[in-house]
């Protein structure tokens, strides 16, 4: 799906977590009709972030046109806990949030994580270490030996199989397109995000495909995930929607960015 225009309303922007030191993080949490789900993760987050990342921190709900009361349950978050912020997109699409999030940020680092924290919280820092280390882009992994992984045999079968068709059918050795946790540096996401087509949830194959094909540095970090027994995700029409995706970049070519200077590693 092409990119349309978003149009987005955002709050006065806060100051990012607590005083600390080091590259500045903005964490990207894209929400569709999440009015129970968001409390409980604000309030998971802010404390993990609190107590184990050293970095300024901002978290940025990034509401996909939700029709309950995610605006309302997000604002109140916002006023309680500093450094969560709160972004309306008036258009479905998680690559459409994604998108308008992370080209709006100034942070450092720009990253994003699934409103149900279906992966463990524990390997966030990992993935802001091999961004500091000198990676464009560290992306969490079920599929690595290490991973530890808690989803049924389907989920499990369709994971697999699509990463293996990723990898036939451009050679780039991905560890696992779709995991719902990545990190890049802001000049990689400048340079890849506008020529994703994508808006919804083929863009991180298309963001790790261009990456990948164009020479940038990915990192892969193995996740302890466990599969949200209550998500709404329509795996088929994904499925179509990926395939779709990926002949679009096979026979139509991948686009060419320009390649940022090699990231020095972040103090």
Avoid at 89 to 108: H, N, V, Y
Wanted: glycine share 6%; net charge neutral; charged share 20%.
């Amino acid at each position: 799906m092409a990119e349309t225009s978003a149009n987005p309303e955002k709050r006065p922007p806060r100051e990012p977590g607590p005083p600390a030191g080091g590259p500045t993080v903005d964490i990207t949490i894209p929400v569709y009709n999440e009015e129970e789900a968001l409390p409980r993760t604000i309030v998971i987050l802010t404390e993990f972030l609190r107590d184990h990342l050293s970095n300024p921190w901002q978290i940025v709900i990034a509401d996909n046109a939700s029709t309950d009361n995610t605006r309302a349950v997000s604002e109140m978050l916002c006023e309680r806990f500093p450094g969560v912020n709160y972004l309306r997109i008036p258009q479905k699409g998680r690559g459409r949030a994604l998108r308008t999030a992370w080209l709006d940020s100034r942070a450092d680092i720009v990253s994003y994580m699934d409103a149900d924290l279906s992966t463990d919280l524990s390997h966030f820092p990992q993935l802001i270490r091999a961004i500091e280390a000198g990676n464009h882009i560290a992306v969490g992994s079920r599929l690595s030996k290490e991973s530890q992984v808690s989803r049924g045999f389907k989920r499990e079968f369709i994971s697999r199989g699509y990463n293996l068709l990723i990898n036939a059918m451009f050679f780039t050795g991905l560890p696992d397109a779709q995991c719902g946790f990545k990190a890049l540096t802001r000049p990689a996401a400048e340079a890849i995000v506008p020529s994703i087509k994508n808006n919804n949830w083929f863009f991180d194959t298309e963001l790790l495909v261009i990456a990948a094909k164009r020479g940038f540095n990915i990192a892969s970090v193995p996740v302890k995930w466990t599969d949200d027994p209550t998500s709404t995700v329509n795996v088929a029409g994904t499925a179509m929607e990926d395939l779709k995706g990926l002949l679009r970049l096979r026979f139509g070519g991948v686009p060419r960015v320009e390649l940022p200077a090699a990231p020095s590693p972040m103090q």
